[in-house]
């Protein structure tokens, strides 16, 4: 079965810092990476996705992720973060040719200190 | 920007009594989705829709759930009856060929 595994349960930041949030997945075949975010007491967005291409991602707000197929790995990283940031970020993958179905990872609680 | 409804927000229920949520996804979008997030969790599939049939509902808990997307538009999924540990956030979401999915803001269901 396919996992999609983030380490890094919290993570505490001071702005300006960069960050990087790990996730790897467990699958041999063809995937949709997704990064998203929920800010406290909102729903779900989309960061940014990867379907094909170009293995680096932009997304909004300034993140980024990069593909590295060779490790499994889809890391979201940004620069320099802002109090703004605060928030749980979930990676999540969708096999190509399946359903479609999104499988989330466990998230990783970003908090960075003013 | 379209967004994926969901009503109520929250909703407070006592242990064995019924309740239901209700999900109107983006207009033209085939494929919806249920999901339940525990808290501190991501969230887990628990039914997915393709027009009105049920592509997926293997997680689904069908002694107490079930869920229904009649007219191939919107959706309710029911709970019945409701148990401690069905408390989460249970999140409705919407997706086209080619695209992530559209996530509403989710009922917050609380059983007490």
């Known amino acids: 079965a396919q996992s999609v595994s983030q380490h890094n349960h919290h993570v505490i930041l001071s702005e300006a810092a960069s960050l990087e949030l790990g996730c790897n997945y467990s699958?041999?075949?063809?995937?949709?990476l997704f990064w998203y975010v929920q800010y406290p007491g909102q729903h779900l967005q989309l960061l940014l996705k990867?379907?094909?291409?170009?293995?680096l991602v932009k997304g909004i707000k300034g993140f980024e992720a990069e593909f590295i197929k060779s490790k499994f790995s889809f890391n979201l990283r940004k620069p320099s973060v802002q109090w703004s940031d605060t928030a749980e970020y979930f990676c999540?993958?969708?096999?190509?040719?399946?359903?479609?179905?999104?499988?989330f990872g466990s998230g990783t609680q970003l908090t960075v200190l003013p | 920007e379209a967004e994926v409804a969901q009503s109520p927000r929250y909703k407070i229920t006592e242990k064995s009594q019924a309740v239901a949520f209700w999900c109107d996804p983006i207009?033209?979008?085939?494929?919806l989705y249920w999901y339940r997030q525990i808290l501190g969790q991501g969230p887990e599939l628990l039914v997915q829709?393709?027009?009105?049939?049920?592509?997926?509902d293997s997680q689904l808990p069908k002694d107490r759930f079930s869920a229904e997307r009649l007219k191939g538009v919107d959706s309710t999924l029911k709970i019945q009856p409701a148990e401690l540990g069905d408390s989460a956030m249970y999140l409705c979401?919407?997706?086209?060929?080619?695209?992530?999915?559209?996530f509403g803001s989710g009922t917050r269901l609380t059983v007490v």
């Open positions: 699958y041999g075949g063809t995937v949709n």
């Open positions: 979401a919407s997706s086209a060929e080619g695209e992530g999915y559209t």
């Open positions: 990867y379907f094909s291409g170009d293995p």
């Open positions: 999540a993958v969708i096999l190509s040719g399946s359903a479609r179905q999104l499988t």
């Open positions: 829709f393709q027009d009105e049939s049920v592509v997926d």
């Open positions: 207009s033209g979008h085939a494929t």
